[in-house]
């Protein structure tokens, strides 16, 4: 198995700091991207504590096979896809607890987070918000996370229309969190790979700022995943950069 990756990370246009954050694990072939809240210094700090929290969970059960986990094994899953669910349930409860006891300028501060987990022939993808996971196949997009958003639920409950969607007007309420409360529920999906697929991991940043089509026709056209990730956050900027925006790009060869 063959990945090669990028990523690349901006303030934007608007905003004065960064609260996005990403780690690219390739030891593991764990690639993430988390997007902070929670206002000044806050959303920075949540961000940094879960990629962190994540890949040193990662580290530990890599090196030791009886290392004990936090959490115990869920039943009915597979160990890849446990590990990622407990990494993020840990990063969840620190962050929590570290909230708790910090300074008012960082009391609930949270953070979405992406993740994809490479194995022997599929990708395990983890996820947090309303920061996004798509997948490029044989030139098409398709978006393989789902919003946790008030938009997204209103979307599925409503026959909206594209006009609606669009002057919606509480767009950035999210409705999970990593680290606002004790325990969170994340989601975790299995695709099996083939040869040349491409995941991009991003935050709102970019799937709030650039359509769809236009994220695939950048990915597409690009010369390699690094100019990709550079034409997407410019294409993002171009459209308003109203905030961070970061990018994540790991395509599997055979």
Same mark, same amino acid.
């Given at each position: 198995?063959?990945?090669?990756? /990028?990523?690349?990370?901006?303030?934007?246009?608007?905003r004065d700091h960064n609260e996005d954050?990403?780690?690219?694990? =390739?030891?593991?072939? #764990?690639?993430?991207?988390?997007?902070?809240?929670?206002?000044?210094?806050?959303?920075?700090v949540a961000s940094k504590m879960a990629?962190?929290? *994540?890949?040193?969970?990662?580290?530990?059960?890599?090196?030791?096979?009886?290392?004990?986990?936090?959490?115990?094994?869920? &039943? +009915? !899953?597979?160990?890849?896809?446990?590990? #990622?669910?407990?990494? *993020?349930?840990?990063?969840?409860? !620190? *962050?929590?607890?570290?909230?708790?006891?910090?300074?008012? !300028? !960082?009391?609930?501060?949270?953070? /979405?987070?992406?993740? /994809?987990?490479?194995?022997?022939g599929g990708v395990y993808i983890g996820?947090?918000?309303?920061?996004?996971?798509?997948?490029?196949? &044989?030139?098409?997009?398709?978006?393989?996370?789902?919003?946790?958003?008030?938009?997204?639920?209103?979307?599925?409950?409503?026959?909206?229309?594209?006009?609606?969607?669009?002057?919606?007007?509480? &767009?950035?309420?999210?409705?999970?969190?990593?680290?606002?409360?004790? =325990? $969170?529920?994340?989601?975790?999906?299995?695709?099996? #790979?083939? +040869?040349?697929?491409? =995941?991009?991991?991003?935050?709102?940043? #970019?799937?709030?700022? %650039?359509?769809?089509? +236009?994220?695939?026709?950048?990915?597409?056209?690009?010369?390699?995943?690094?100019?990709?990730?550079?034409?997407?956050?410019?294409?993002?900027?171009?459209?308003?950069?109203? +905030?961070? $925006? /970061? %990018?994540?790009?790991?395509? =599997?060869?055979?």
């Open positions: 198995m063959k990945i090669v990756a /990028t990523a690349l990370t901006d303030v934007g246009r608007k954050n990403f780690y690219m694990f =390739y030891e593991e072939n #764990l690639f993430m991207v988390a997007d902070g809240m929670g206002g000044h210094e806050a959303g920075e990629v962190d929290c *994540i890949q040193d969970f990662f580290v530990r059960t890599g090196r030791d096979p009886e290392a004990t986990w936090p959490y115990k094994m869920f &039943k +009915d !899953k597979k160990y890849d896809e446990n590990r #990622l669910m407990v990494a *993020i349930l840990e990063a969840n409860k !620190k *962050i929590f607890n570290a909230s708790q006891k910090t300074t008012k !300028k !960082k009391s609930g501060m949270g953070t /979405t987070i992406t993740a /994809t987990l490479f194995v022997e996820w947090v918000g309303d920061s996004r996971i798509y997948r490029v196949r &044989k030139g098409k997009l398709e978006q393989v996370s789902e919003d946790h958003s008030l938009l997204n639920e209103m979307i599925k409950k409503n026959d909206m229309s594209p006009e609606e969607i669009e002057n919606f007007p509480h &767009k950035n309420v999210i409705l999970r969190a990593v680290g606002l409360k004790p =325990y $969170v529920e994340v989601d975790v999906k299995y695709f099996p #790979l083939e +040869d040349g697929d491409i =995941y991009l991991l991003c935050s709102d940043g #970019l799937s709030g700022e %650039v359509p769809d089509n +236009d994220i695939r026709r950048i990915v597409v056209e690009s010369n390699s995943l690094e100019e990709a990730a550079k034409n997407l956050i410019q294409e993002a900027n171009k459209n308003g950069g109203k +905030d961070n $925006v /970061t %990018v994540a790009l790991i395509q =599997y060869f055979k």
